[in-house]
């Protein structure tokens, strides 16, 4: 197993356009977890799904973001009408369910740098 | 509602000192506590965790925690540092029920020859 995999690694788009950026979770895993980071600051918690359900989702996420988890396996997170505050790093991480506290919680992907123009 | 608290931005020590980075939580509820490891330009590696059982707590690289409840703190130390170990630490909690991480603002270790 390649652990966490994210694409693309770096992204730089014009303000109004949409991206959408793709992470795959280690395979046996069914918790998925979405963060979004800035520069100089800790990792914020976005959104995460069990399975294909999304469980929860932070105040952080506005409208303009959408996040899918379609059969379970990888997620897409898509930022529609991509504004300059938006430029940090999007970090996603999984775990198993049950037994997730015994093995450290989250293994984390090397995140998509989003630079927003 | 949690928050983590992280008190140095910026740690400078020279190679082979020891090392200490602070870490404060506040919270409601039980905590399970980590510290995670970020080198530039890579996602978050765990280097130790506190769930429950003894307060102090050994991860990799040498590097050892301490859960104090009483003072509501989780400091990390190292009693030897590398060049290698720059890097920027965060410290990181999550309730009993355990979905979501909250992390401090990070600790950036720059370690001098």
């Known amino acids: 197993d390649t652990g966490v995999s994210q694409n693309p690694r770096h992204k730089i788009t014009k303000r109004g356009q949409n991206v959408t950026f793709r992470c795959d979770p280690i395979?046996?895993?069914?918790?998925l977890y979405w963060y979004r980071q800035t520069l100089g600051q800790g990792p914020e918690f976005l959104t995460y799904f069990q399975n294909e359900a999304q469980l929860e989702k932070s105040r952080l996420l506005s409208d303009r973001f959408s996040a899918e988890r379609p059969k379970g396996s990888f997620s897409t997170l898509e930022i529609q009408r991509t504004e300059q505050g938006d430029s940090a790093m999007y970090l996603c991480a999984s775990s198993p369910t049950t037994v997730w506290l015994l093995w450290g919680g989250y293994t984390f992907g090397s995140g998509t740098r989003l630079t927003v123009v | 509602a949690q928050s983590v608290t992280q008190l140095d931005s910026q740690v400078p020590v020279f190679e082979e000192a020891p090392v200490e980075l602070r870490c404060n939580y506040s919270s409601s509820v039980s905590v399970y506590l980590f510290w995670y490891v970020q080198y530039p330009n890579q996602g978050l590696q765990l280097l130790l965790k506190?769930?429950?059982?003894?307060?102090l707590v050994k991860g990799i690289n040498g590097f050892e925690a301490e859960f104090n409840k009483s003072q509501t703190s989780f400091h990390l130390r190292k009693p030897s540092v590398h060049i290698s170990d720059t890097a920027e630490y965060f410290c990181a909690v999550s309730g009993d029920a355990g979905n979501m991480l909250t992390f401090g603002g990070g600790t950036r270790l720059m370690v001098k020859p």
């Open positions: 506190y769930l429950s059982g003894s307060t």
């Open positions: 395979s046996e895993h069914n918790r």
